[in-house]
Nanobody
Framework: QVQLVESGGGLVQAGGSLRLSCAAS????????MGWFRQAPGKEREFVAG????????YYADSVKGRFTISRDNDKNTVFLQMNSLKPEDTAVYYC??????????????????WGQGTQVTVSS
């Protein structure tokens, strides 16, 4: 099973950009679809974006479509989330997750096999 570590969070003004990274351990990274989720204070964790094992298929929540881009580099065991045009409502702890059975389109967190510890993203107005 992979182990995941996120980085790249921080404080940014509305309209700004951030790029999150998620580094995975192990030689089986390319066998997992990957997802990004987020959890805002007082809210449930929600799906943000997913990418298939090859990187050829991507999926997004409606709230981030056109602003966020998920990608992966299987040679570097890393998945990325490029976030542009950030809004205060994007403020949350962002988590990456690995899904052995899906192909990046599964939005239920219970289906994911491994999780990172999360990275805080704060967008000021």
């Amino acid at each position: 099973q992979v182990q995941l570590v996120e980085s790249g969070g921080g404080l940014v003004q509305a309209g700004g950009s951030l790029r999150l990274s998620c580094a995975a351990s192990g030689r089986t990274f390319r066998m997992y679809a990957m997802g990004w989720f987020r959890q805002a204070p007082g809210k449930e964790r929600e799906f943000v974006a997913g990418v298939s094992q090859s990187g050829g298929n991507t999926y997004y929540a409606d709230s981030v479509k056109g602003r966020f881009t998920i990608s992966r580099d299987n040679d570097k065991n890393t998945v990325f989330l490029q976030m542009n045009s950030l809004k205060p409502e994007d403020t949350a702890v962002y988590y990456c997750a690995a899904d052995r059975a899906g192909w990046g389109n599964r939005r239920q967190e219970r289906l994911y096999d491994a999780w990172g510890q999360g990275t805080q993203v704060t967008v000021s107005s």
